[in-house]
């Protein structure tokens, strides 16, 4: 919460609205002081130095700052690591999304030690492919599943959109391209 631009009054509000746990304002600032190195040195943390994929997304959330609710994009990087295991390599706090500030965090995990991605994982922002390709010039760029399926929708009735992912998910779900490719033949035959 405190990561988010909640006060330490705002917090003690909440934690007593939701759980009705009086906790107060001195014991959130020192938890608080407490994790603040912890998780520093997190985000600060070694990477490896190659991943398969990588999923770039920011999400936007409504904060209260100064007494207002304000939006606020937080960039996030989920990995899949070479073991085979999905790992969170970092998380950003931004005023919005935009390809200059992807830019200085993919910059940021050149500096922590990734050397190369495979895939990059991302949504359509203008800029995005070519800020990735300037620190990962090898990275294959793909544009996430869930935000082609997005970006289908508007282009489909509302009436019709049911019926529409539920031919559609074979096709998404298939595990080979030559599954996919059956599925969507049998689409077409339709």
């Not at 705002?10 to 190195?37: A, C, F, R, W």
Request: include cysteine; proline fraction near 3%; charge should be negative.
């Amino acid at each position: 919460m405190f990561s988010m631009g909640m006060s330490y009054r705002d917090i003690h509000q909440h934690v007593e609205d939701m759980y009705g746990i009086n906790v107060s304002v001195g014991t959130i600032n020192s938890v608080t002081d407490k994790l603040l190195p912890e998780l520093k040195a997190w985000q600060q943390r070694p990477l490896n130095s190659h991943y398969p994929i990588v999923w770039l997304d920011a999400i936007h959330y409504k904060v209260k700052e100064e007494g207002r609710y304000i939006s606020k994009a937080v960039y996030t990087l989920l990995a899949l690591n070479m073991e085979g295991k999905k790992e969170i390599l970092g998380l950003h706090l931004s005023e919005n999304e935009d390809a200059n500030y992807w830019l200085s965090v993919l910059t940021d995990l050149n500096n922590r030690g990734v050397q190369d991605i495979l895939i990059a994982c991302v949504d359509d922002l203008t800029g995005f492919p070519e800020a990735i390709a300037s620190i990962f010039p090898q990275t294959e760029v793909q544009l996430c599943v869930i935000h082609q399926i997005r970006n289908s929708m508007k282009y489909v009735a509302s009436k019709h959109q049911k019926a529409f992912m539920a031919d559609l998910k074979p096709v998404y779900r298939a595990v080979t391209k030559e599954a996919a490719e059956i599925a969507l033949d049998e689409l077409e035959a339709k």
